[in-house]
């Protein structure tokens, strides 16, 4: 089976974020989906403004390279106010710009996301898929993933201690692993 290099970005740069913590359960569980997770930080990005397109800064032209070296990209977002946080709005513009240098283009995405609330971060997700359908990048629908967290379910240095939850969680890398096969094979 093919191993995805798969870029994530975690959609929060609190030193306390629970994204972080379900990013690093992701990681240490990818392998088991034959999948190598690596995070693309957006914590040093400059706001995007249409300014900076005839000379992107050095921070956003290496973000953009690194999405650009990816297979494909999982998103992790918490929500705020009910969409994403914007952090994440930005790393999202600065990824997609100049017009016509869109890095999102044709690469498969993937959206997950967690919060203490009983439907986690599905508003979020859903406004989440809504920027990637704009940005040309294939997501993957199915299987949802919104993870309700509580105390102890995730260590801070990404361990898992609900059984269930791990099994999940790989079956959600599994289905990611699939979605990125089907994207990049060649039509026929």
């Keep these: 089976m093919t191993i995805y290099n798969v870029g994530y970005l975690v959609g929060s740069i609190s030193s306390t974020s629970i994204n972080r913590r379900l990013a690093r359960a992701l990681e240490k569980l990818a392998p088991q989906a034959d999948l190598n997770l690596s995070d693309i930080a957006i914590s040093d990005l400059p706001f995007y403004t249409v300014d900076h397109d005839g000379a992107i800064p050095a921070e956003a032209a290496a973000f953009k390279d690194k999405i650009e070296a990816s297979d494909a990209i999982i998103v992790v977002t918490p929500e705020y106010n009910r969409s994403v ?104």
């Design 85 to 188: 946080p914007g952090v994440l709005k930005n790393a999202l513009d600065t990824a997609s710009r100049p017009w016509g240098d869109n890095s999102f283009a044709g690469k498969p995405s993937a959206v997950i996301g967690t919060s203490s609330g009983a439907i986690g971060t599905a508003v979020a997700q859903q406004h989440l898929r809504s920027i990637l359908s704009f940005l040309a990048s294939p997501e993957m629908a199915q299987p949802e993933a919104y993870v309700q967290m509580r105390e102890g379910l995730i260590t801070e240095d990404g361990e898992v201690t609900d059984e269930s939850t791990a099994e999940f969680l790989v079956s959600w890398l599994k289905a990611v692993h699939t979605h990125i096969a089907k994207s990049l094979s060649p039509v026929s």
